[in-house]
């Protein structure tokens, strides 16, 4: 299983992106899926998250300005993220809850994909 992560770049301030991630593998399903972020110097933190049943959480910070999504039949999850601020900065990743196979064997495991990094600047 692979999670691959795009959509970063150079936003201006009050700019937006929306950032895409999409698994794939012997899957059989993804119970949660979320997007985390990592500035410098700082410790990786929740951004939001959305379960199968599409239900999506929020960290304060993003509240009212990012947006997350998922296509459950493809995969995918995103995060639209409007009204970027400079502090918004930072490599951005997604992670999913996954149920897939190997051979005849059942497993559940956690999967992160490669940040994607987001530069807030004027």
């Known amino acids: 299983v692979q999670l691959q992560a795009s959509g970063g770049g150079l936003a201006q301030p009050g700019g937006s992106l929306r950032l895409s991630c999409a698994a794939s593998?012997?899957?059989?399903?993804?119970?949660?899926m979320a997007w985390y972020r990592q500035a410098p110097g700082n410790e990786r933190e929740l951004v939001a998250t959305?379960?199968?049943?599409?239900?999506?959480t929020y960290a304060d910070f993003v509240k009212g300005r990012f947006t997350i999504s998922s296509d459950i039949a493809k995969n995918t999850v995103s995060l639209q993220m409007n009204s970027l601020k400079p502090e918004d900065t930072a490599l951005y990743y997604c992670?999913?809850?996954?149920?897939?196979?190997?051979?005849?064997?059942?497993?559940?495991?956690?999967?992160w994909g490669k940040g994607t990094q987001v530069t807030v600047s004027s």
């Open positions: 959305i379960t199968s049943g599409d239900i999506s």
């Open positions: 593998g012997s899957i059989l399903s993804i119970n949660n």
């Open positions: 992670k999913a809850d996954v149920q897939a196979v190997a051979g005849d064997i059942l497993y559940e495991r956690t999967y």
